[in-house]
């Protein structure tokens, strides 16, 4: 059981070229997420998936697109990658929460990124 | 989404009880408390969760007092190990949660 996994852990990329992260979990979990994560600040949300073939937006969705073809993964890609999105990414997933609770989720090693 | 205020950063030594007080006035009825925990290089951990009063397992405790327009994350007896960032979430799924990860609090402890 490997639990979130994420490739590659790290990447550089020059402006304007493009890339996808992938996010794979092995826990048949129905919710992922892909967050950023800039030096000394908390994660902020790009975007998520609450089953497979859906996606929605987050707090900073600009830049990225996504893909839920599986369930078991969750793609995130830059299309024409920016010097601002140079951070750290980090996908997490979890089970559907009862009615009305929060989720408790598992996130990945993360991926770092830099783009020149 | 309820917005949260934490200390930016406590400092404790090896040994010593630390608490961590979050603010979230504008809790909805049915939010949830969350605590996460990260360490350098790592993705956030799950510490713990509750509703209200208190929660304990075998990391931490959760205190949640009635209005619970706050809470308080409980570390007994801290080690070097604790040394991390904590945050805390406030929020619920309605078909997809929206987590809002704040800045966190750094915590150093000391030997």
């Known amino acids: 059981n490997a639990g979130v996994t994420q490739t590659p852990k790290f990447r550089v990329l020059k402006t304007g070229q493009s890339m996808t992260l992938l996010c794979a979990q092995d826990m048949n979990h129905e919710y992922m997420y892909w967050y950023r994560q800039d030096p000394g600040m908390g994660l902020r949300l790009i975007h998520y998936s609450v089953g497979e073939g859906t996606t929605a937006k987050g707090e900073v969705p600009d830049g990225y697109n996504v893909s839920r073809l599986k369930k078991q993964n969750f793609l995130l890609g830059l299309e024409s990658a920016a010097p601002s999105q140079t951070s750290v990414y980090f996908c997490a997933s979890s089970h559907a929460p009862l009615s009305g609770a929060a989720d408790t989720q598992y996130f990945g090693p993360g991926t770092r990124l830099t783009v020149l | ?111």
């Open chain 2, 1 to 111: 989404l309820a917005k949260t205020t934490q200390p930016i950063s406590m400092d404790s030594y090896e040994g010593q009880e630390v608490n961590i007080t979050c603010s979230h006035n504008n809790i909805a009825t049915n939010d949830y408390i969350t605590w996460y925990q990260q360490f350098p290089s790592q993705g956030p951990r799950f510490i713990i969760q509750g509703y209200k009063t208190k929660v304990t397992n075998e990391v931490a405790s959760l205190f949640i007092p009635a209005d619970r327009k706050s809470s308080t994350l409980s570390l007994p007896r801290v080690s070097l190990s604790d040394t991390a960032v904590y945050y805390c979430l406030v929020g619920r799924n309605t078909g997809g949660f929206k987590t809002i990860f704040g800045a966190g609090t750094r915590l150093f402890v000391k030997a």
